[in-house]
């Protein structure tokens, strides 16, 4: 069965009186371990896909289900619980905390979800992305590419089964963002997350398993390598 799975998913907003379908149709299964690339021009529907996989929103018909589970079907406690243990997101602006440490944001997903050992278990998220001895900085002390590894740090601490990104690379220069990719592409297949990000790089897209290319809502092709 697929950690992640949508069927026949279609995505309607209202604006101004008129509704517009942000996705048409889309049916799209994803394994574990699997390092997913959604791509396609500006408003083709790449964030409106991640935030329903994320259960951040809901489909307007069709079916969106996280390990069997239906999000739509879930009540308000359960789809906290279900964003809480099993996704992490990742997001471009990295929305870091500027009044805490690196280790501080890294362990804050634990400590709000009152787990124990919320510090441990941020440490062994920053070695895994080799910021081990920044742990007592703050973001504002940290590179672009830095700030980025925090990020995932913080997605993975409580380790997900799916990682979602909206642009992971889009704010750091080229040297950098080949850095996030290998090590994100590394920590998908390691760890056997299921993770997919939206992005208009090519060079990101070229090390995905899954290349899923959108087009006006559609899925136009998918690709495995």
């Keep these: 069965m697929p950690i992640l799975s949508l069927q026949n998913v279609s995505k309607e ?3 101004d009186g008129q509704h517009l379908r942000a996705l048409d149709g889309v049916s799209l299964d994803v394994a574990e371990g699997e390092f997913v690339a959604l ?3 500006s408003g083709c529907g790449k964030s ?19 390990s069997g589970l239906t999000t ?17 997101f990742i997001f471009q602006s990295f929305q870091l905390l500027n009044t805490l440490t690196v280790l ?11 787990q124990p050992e919320a510090r441990g278990a941020a440490r ?7 910021l081990d001895g920044l742990g007592d900085r703050y973001p504002h002390q940290l590179s672009g590419g830095q700030m980025q590894r925090v990020a995932i740090a913080r997605a993975l601490v409580h380790s997900p089964r ?4 909206d642009e992971p690379t889009g704010n750091l220069d080229t040297t950098t963002g080949s850095v996030i990719l290998n090590l994100l592409q590394q920590l998908t297949h390691e760890k056997k997350t299921a993770t997919i990000i939206a ?6 897209a070229s090390v995905c398993d899954t290349l899923v290319r959108l087009r006006d809502g559609r899925i136009e092709e998918v690709t495995r390598r």
């Design 72 to 88: 739509s079907g879930l009540d308000d406690a359960k789809l906290t619980r279900l964003r809480r243990e099993r996704v992490g």
């Design 104 to 114: 501080e944001n890294v362990e804050l997903p634990l400590l709000l979800a009152g």
């Design 39 to 41: 791509v396609g021009r």
């Design 162 to 165: 799916i990682l979602l990104a």
């Design 124 to 130: 062994e998220r920053l070695q895994w992305v080799e």
């Design 199 to 204: 992005t208009h790089s090519i060079e990101a």
């Design 13 to 15: 907003y209202a604006s």
């Design 48 to 66: 409106t896909l991640l935030n329903l996989a994320g259960a951040m929103d809901f489909p307007s018909a069709g079916v969106v289900s996280i």
